[in-house]
């Protein structure tokens, strides 16, 4: 009796596992023709990160007020104000542009004025796309001497 409840106990586990555990059953003596080569995976363009440029808004003025590039560049200004609440503001287009001149500077979020809360990181992420000098200033009214607050991204070929 005890024989035939292991017995019953056996096959039941047995049954369980074939059911359980998946995946087909291979034999040994495979043909050539099953077996295919393990895909290559397509390359990706590695794209290189944008280069990091620390700015500072403070004493009515941005260091460094003139910032140089070249067609193609990515950049990430990392503007932080050391000493009361200031603005950023980027023009797109070149200066002296003429009503239809398309944007020289592509920004990935594109802000009219990033605000520059006193202590914090601002990113501001810019590709430039066609040669020229750019404008910058703050645009958050910050004292006596906001309107001298500018500077210049010049984009070189």
């Avoid at 808004?57 to 560049?73: R, S, T």
Wanted: hydrophobic letters at 35%.
């Amino acid at each position: 009796m005890k024989s035939d409840f292991r017995f019953a106990a056996l096959l039941a586990t047995a049954a369980v596992l074939g059911f359980v555990v998946p995946g087909p059953v291979h034999s040994s003596a495979r043909s050539t023709q099953d077996e295919k080569p393990p895909k290559e995976k397509p390359q990706r363009s590695v794209e290189q990160p944008p280069r990091i440029i620390a700015m500072a808004a403070k004493d009515f003025e941005f260091d460094p007020a003139l910032i140089h590039l070249k067609v193609g560049e990515k950049v990430q200004l990392r503007v932080i104000s050391s000493d009361r609440t200031h603005g950023l503001h980027i023009s797109a287009f070149p200066d002296g542009a003429k009503v239809n001149t398309p944007p020289g500077l592509a920004f990935i979020f594109g802000e009219d004025c990033w605000k520059l809360k006193k202590g914090e990181s601002v990113p501001v992420d810019i590709e430039a796309t066609e040669p020229g000098t750019y404008s910058f200033q703050c645009c958050k009214s910050c004292g006596t001497g906001h309107k001298r607050m500018k500077g210049q991204i010049m984009v070189e070929p």
